[in-house]
């Protein structure tokens, strides 16, 4: 089945701690993003990747890492959280940025709490 | 400042009634989807409109892109409590912008 595959589902942390949410499509594609879900707001970009090797800032790219060593895998790290990151995170997928002919495929969600 | 402006924010409504849902842009976009959010999940794209003035169709769902490509209209007919759940706009232009979306709740 294809799918994007994040972890954990939920995560509760305290100020500073370094923490990863891991991210992971099983449909070869080339694009991958990180996007942050707040009331009101709707979903933010975070950071974004075109490819293995290459990312690129989104809208709110303060206060988080991505790398993109393999083309399926883009996790997303806070090296040191903020209660202001507490947030619902999703990872998307496409085959390129251009989405006409290639819609993103969502992940379920990591719920994120930092106090 | 949204980009992409969602309304209304909040909809309520009886199981067999009709809705409009609008997303309304100052930005011309060079495609426009709609997502349907639920609960503990991703979004999942509905539909992609292009053209301006395109209409597509869905089962009872009618999306409309504007003339202009700027706006979108989302129109439910004889609504299903199984249609509940949030509903997002998201403009491609350089990159792709996503609306605050519209919380629709459909009661048996």
């Known amino acids: 089945e294809a799918q994007v595959t994040q972890n954990p589902r939920y995560l509760i942390t305290v100020t500073g701690k370094k923490l990863t949410v891991t991210c992971s499509q099983n449909?070869?594609?080339?694009?991958m993003s990180w996007y942050r879900q707040d009331p009101g707001l709707g979903l933010r970009q975070i950071y974004y990747s075109m490819n293995v090797e290459v990312t690129d800032k989104g809208d709110v790219p303060e206060g988080y890492k991505v790398s993109r060593k393999e083309k399926r895998n883009f996790p997303l790290i806070l090296e040191s959280p903020s209660p202001n990151q507490t947030s619902l995170y999703f990872c998307?997928?496409?085959?390129?940025?251009?989405?006409?002919?290639?819609?993103?495929?969502f992940g379920n969600g990591t719920r994120l709490t930092v106090t | 400042t949204q980009l992409l402006e969602q309304s209304p924010q909040f909809l309520s409504i009886q199981e067999g009634e009709n809705l409009t849902v609008y997303c309304n842009s100052s930005?011309?976009?060079?495609?426009l989807q709609w997502y349907r959010q639920e609960p503990g999940e991703g979004p999942v794209l509905l539909v992609t409109?292009?053209?301006?003035?395109e209409v597509k169709k869905l089962k009872r769902l009618t999306f409309q892109f504007g003339d202009a490509r700027k706006d979108s209209s989302l129109h439910i007919t004889a609504a299903q409590p199984g249609d509940t759940g949030l509903y997002l706009c998201?403009?491609?232009?350089?990159?792709?912008?996503f609306g605050a979306g519209t919380r629709l709740t459909v009661k048996p």
């Open positions: 930005s011309v976009f060079s495609s």
């Open positions: 998307a997928s496409s085959r390129g940025r251009s989405s006409y002919n290639s819609p993103l495929h």
């Open positions: 409109v292009v053209t301006g003035g």
């Open positions: 998201a403009g491609e232009g350089y990159d792709m912008r």
């Open positions: 449909m070869n594609h080339e694009y």
